[in-house]
């Protein structure tokens, strides 16, 4: 029933997170290409920022739906977790909801709709309040899941099942030790994956003629913020990984696939194949003592392995360190995909450059994954415990639901989930293949002379005029 359950909250959190990471990531693009329309009054950045508030509308739709499910599974699978957790938890989500969800949904009505309602600047404030209801929505979940890896703040009461955490120091609690190292790499991970996202649209346009001199404004855009980002990341990612081999140094060796304690230093595999039952990563590559001139700033420095704890607290390897593996590894085949990028932007050739269009056109892909394998990463890493060192995860599962129920609830989800996922991709596609134009033909961004009193009474004057330019046009269109 264990693994069920386990295997159930790993699916439907994992089809939840395709969408938030999107929603703050094309919420930040959506700030500076309206900010730009502000700035410079063109027309274009107000049209780009309309077709992109159409994307994050459905994806946040989508986001909503599937993070609910999500949710009730504390009460049911769960239920020993829950209440352990309750009041730490509570606290949290209730933070969430108040100060993120409310602020997110309630401009986003503003943002999706009231582009000829309200003036330039009230839009781009519910804009901006958008984005930050999405940070803060991620800002609290993210102080809720990394409580339960460096728990701070806190006592225990209670015994046996009645076990509990009661938050003794708030701000200890959201300060705990990694929530602002891994506040920063979820944050910086999902605009990488808006401006990846931007800039694969973008250049599918461009190379299909689709609004191409807009396009390429949104481009490159969306290139440079998704260097600056990637090359963010690669600090915010050594932050990280010190945070860690503090506090969860057991967690740092099965990513590190370090099984035995070595007083000459410790490697840092570049790839291979982890063996627990020999203690080895087999087909190694790596580079000797680098993981101790990471961590301890020397080569020779020891760090602890997988044989410092008993066996009964050591976590899998093998999943943790494919997964930390391909994180790796396609942060830095995305680092050098947009320094290519900038580099032919700088020397103005790059939509001369129909392959390189075309790699960021299919390199969407590689955010996604790398979201997904630092979730798995973080999470199968921290097993055997559900809250570290306080409750382990086969004492958090409820004892009264039965494996055929979990089983039929997954058999659904799935179906539910698939038809979801579809539904998402044929919107998305149909608003995509449009292009950023769409909808917006003959008309300016935030233009209310075009409703005002004085706008139509001037309209219906040039029409009433048989000589006006616009009478003749009307004419002609309705004997066409």
Request: glycine residues 8%; neutral net charge.
């Amino acid at each position: 029933m264990l693994g069920l359950a386990r295997a159930q909250f790993a699916l439907t959190i994992m089809f939840h997170y395709l969408f938030p990471p999107l929603s703050i990531g094309l919420g930040a693009m959506m700030v500076m290409m309206e900010g730009l329309y502000l700035r410079t009054k063109d027309p274009a950045w107000s049209k780009l920022t309309r077709f992109w508030s159409r994307i994050f509308a459905v994806n946040f739709a989508v986001g909503v739906a599937s993070g609910i499910v999500m949710e009730l599974q504390f009460g049911t699978n769960w239920a020993t977790y829950s209440r352990f957790v309750g009041d730490v938890f509570g606290s949290a989500l209730a933070a969430e909801g108040i100060f993120a969800f409310f602020l997110e949904s309630g401009f986003l009505a503003v943002l999706v709709f009231g582009w000829d309602r309200v003036t330039p600047k009230v839009h781009f404030l519910a804009t901006c309040m958008v984005f930050t209801g999405s940070v803060f929505s991620s800002v609290w979940i993210v102080i809720a899941n990394s409580w339960q890896q460096t728990p701070a703040g806190h006592h225990v009461v209670g015994e046996g099942v009645h076990r509990r955490a009661e938050i003794v120091d708030f701000w200890a609690m959201v300060f705990n030790p990694s929530a602002m190292p891994r506040l920063a790499h979820v944050l910086l991970a999902a605009f990488i994956l808006g401006a990846f996202f931007v800039a694969s649209v973008s250049a599918y346009h461009v190379l299909k003629g689709i609004e191409t001199a807009m396009s390429k404004r949104a481009f490159t855009l969306a290139l440079g913020w998704a260097f600056t980002c990637v090359v963010a990341m690669g600090l915010s990612g050594h932050e990280q990984a010190t945070v860690v081999a503090e506090y969860q140094p057991v967690k740092l060796a099965a990513f590190e696939g370090h099984f035995k304690t070595s007083p000459n230093g410790v490697p840092l595999y570049l790839a291979g194949i982890p063996d627990s039952e020999a203690g080895e990563v087999k087909y190694a590559i790596g580079v000797p003592g680098m993981l101790s001139l990471l961590v301890k700033g020397d080569t020779k420095a020891p760090l602890p392995a997988l044989d410092s704890v008993p066996p009964e607290d050591r976590p899998p390897v093998a999943v943790p360190f494919l997964a930390y593996h391909v994180m790796i590894s396609l942060a830095g085949a995305m680092t050098l995909l947009a320094a290519v990028g900038v580099f032919f932007r700088i020397r103005g050739t790059i939509f001369e450059k129909k392959w390189l269009l075309r790699a960021f056109v299919f390199a969407v892909w590689m955010p996604y994954v790398a979201n997904q394998a630092g979730w798995v990463a973080c999470e199968v890493g921290r097993q055997p415990w559900v809250v570290y060192g306080l409750l382990r995860t086969k004492d958090a599962a409820s004892k009264v639901v039965s494996s055929s129920s979990i089983v039929f609830s997954i058999v659904v989800f799935s179906l539910l989930y698939l038809a979801l996922f579809a539904v998402w991709l044929f919107v998305l596609t149909d608003k995509i293949l449009h292009g950023p134009a769409y909808g917006t033909e003959g008309t300016e961004s935030h233009d209310k002379e075009k409703t005002s009193k004085e706008g139509l009474m001037a309209a219906a004057s040039a029409l009433s005029d048989p000589s006006s330019p616009d009478s003749m046009t009307a004419a002609k269109e309705e004997a066409s």
